[in-house]
């Protein structure tokens, strides 16, 4: 079936793009997917017509781009600078970020987001949510990144998020500076309200920050609760807030990891009232599962929010990357299959159903919340589009599958070469491709 615009099939229909022998997420195998000038054109199978270009995914895993849909783009690759943080705490990762703070030009903090964005595209990763600290007076992060995304829209959409790192009310300027980056073009309102002098404190910023979000008509999404202090209770405010101003389906709460280390009477009341006011979630494990759970002997807690029973009560969640070689986490390579392995371990998601979720906790998920238009498998949609070297979704997390093709509109962006090994058991040599596993695997 063809979308509205593209007329009606026939043969000899000319196609600038087919990818044959398509599996897609949920199940759906060989399928042709059409291009016609940066949009699926057509789904079905056999599909007739010449094309200008075809590749044949000989029944591997296509799926959109993976979406990032928490990154801080302005710290990305400053690991080392001025130092390491040696005893990997969170608070020790903002004091740093404040030694560096000052150092900083828009030239270094451009070219290391724009390197990230060269990760990303290989990756295919084309959609990043990124998080701009405003907490000083020169913006030039702001700026910086205000001139990737325009930059890098061909290629990859950027949203950016206005973050007071300091706190809305600890940084004596951050309601100042907050308001002139959204005049200047970032598009989401974000918070800190645990990183407040008090409780109090950071209720009012959850409050302040919604009705400024609410008058500007924005988007919200606040790190929230990110501690493992089970009386962080900021979503809370932050769900009655989205509420109160009308603002569901709008709203994000980040990391929410104290609600790991919450009662379960409390949280069972939390939960609900999240999905009644269509609050998302966004959990970013790499990050979650290392920061927290630092002042614990033992047992020690894992920290990450409480995804599976988020997920089950219908909220929307998805994972984030967060940090990238910074002050925060000295790994990482913005690779959202990492990403969603690890937010499968730790949250015990081993269920069939529950690996889906985790592959579209990077995907699917991370589109709506970011509001993305165009995303998806369906005629009509963007031609954005990632073959994976996987038969499905479970095997390209199990994999971290191998990117084979990475495409922007209908157009190639980054290729890469399978992934196999030859392996000499003496005198039986076989080239062996671990990710076919329905495939016998043939002497060399």
């Known amino acids: 079936m063809l979308a509205p615009g593209f007329g009606h099939f026939r043969a000899n229909f000319m196609f600038d793009l087919v990818i044959r022998n398509a599996n897609l997420p949920g199940g759906r195998s060989g399928v042709d997917i059409g291009v016609v000038a940066g949009k699926i054109a057509a789904l079905g199978r056999k599909l007739e017509g010449e094309a200008g270009h075809e590749i044949d ?3 591997r895993l296509v799926s959109p781009p993976f979406v990032d849909s928490h990154v801080h783009l302005d710290s990305a690759l400053s ?7 040696e005893t990997g705490t969170l608070l020790e990762g903002i004091a740093l970020w404040g030694e560096l703070k000052p150092k900083l030009t828009q030239e270094t903090v451009y070219e290391r987001a724009k390197a990230l964005c060269f990760w990303s595209a290989a990756r295919g990763t084309l959609a990043i949510r990124s998080h701009v600290d405003v907490c000083d007076d020169r913006l030039l992060a702001v700026e910086a990144l205000l001139r990737l995304k325009t930059e890098m829209a061909p290629w990859i959409d950027i949203q950016l998020v206005a973050f007071p790192q300091d706190g809305f009310y600890r940084h004596a300027r951050a309601e100042e500076t907050l308001r002139r980056a959204l005049k200047m073009g970032v598009e989401v309102v974000g918070g800190i309200p645990h990183f407040e002098r008090t409780m109090e404190e950071g209720r009012l910023s959850v409050r302040a920050l919604m009705q400024i979000a609410a008058d500007e008509g924005r988007l ?3 790190h929230c609760d990110e501690t493992d202090d089970p009386l962080s209770r900021h979503i809370e405010t932050l769900t009655a807030e989205t509420r109160r101003h009308g603002m569901e389906g709008r709203v994000a709460g980040s990391h929410l990891t104290s609600m790991h280390s919450m009662d379960n009477y409390y949280v069972s009341k939390l939960i609900p009232l999240m999905a009644e006011a269509r609050v998302a979630a966004i959990a970013n494990p790499l990050i979650n599962i290392t920061l927290q759970g630092r002042y614990d002997n033992y047992p020690k807690r894992r920290g990450m929010t409480r995804v599976k ?3 089950a009560a219908g909220v929307e969640v998805a994972f984030g990357h967060d940090c990238v070689m910074d002050p925060w986490y000295p790994l990482g390579s913005h690779d959202m299959l990492e990403v969603a392995t690890m937010g499968l371990h730790v949250g015990h998601l081993t269920g069939t159903k529950e690996i889906a979720a985790c ?3 990077v995907t699917d998920a991370p589109a709506r919340i970011l509001n993305l238009g165009g995303y998806g498998l369906e005629p009509g949609c963007h031609a954005d589009l990632v073959v994976l070297q996987a038969e499905d979704e479970m095997e390209a997390i199990r994999l971290r599958a191998e990117r084979l093709f990475v495409i922007r509109r209908g157009k190639i962006l980054a290729q890469s070469a399978p992934r196999a090994a ?5 005198d039986e040599v076989r080239e062996v491709d671990c990710t076919r ?3 016998p695997v043939k002497p060399r």
């Not at 690991?79 to 943080?85: A, D, I, K, M, V």
């Not at 030859?422 to 003496?426: E, I, L, Q, T």
């Open 57 to 59: 995914a000989t029944g």
């Open 79 to 85: 690991l080392g600078l001025p130092r390491f943080n």
């Open 220 to 222: 919200v999404d606040m």
């Open 309 to 311: 029973e988020l997920m």
């Open 359 to 361: 592959f579209g906790a």
């Open 422 to 426: 030859v392996v000499r058991f003496g």
């Open 437 to 439: 596993r329905n495939v």
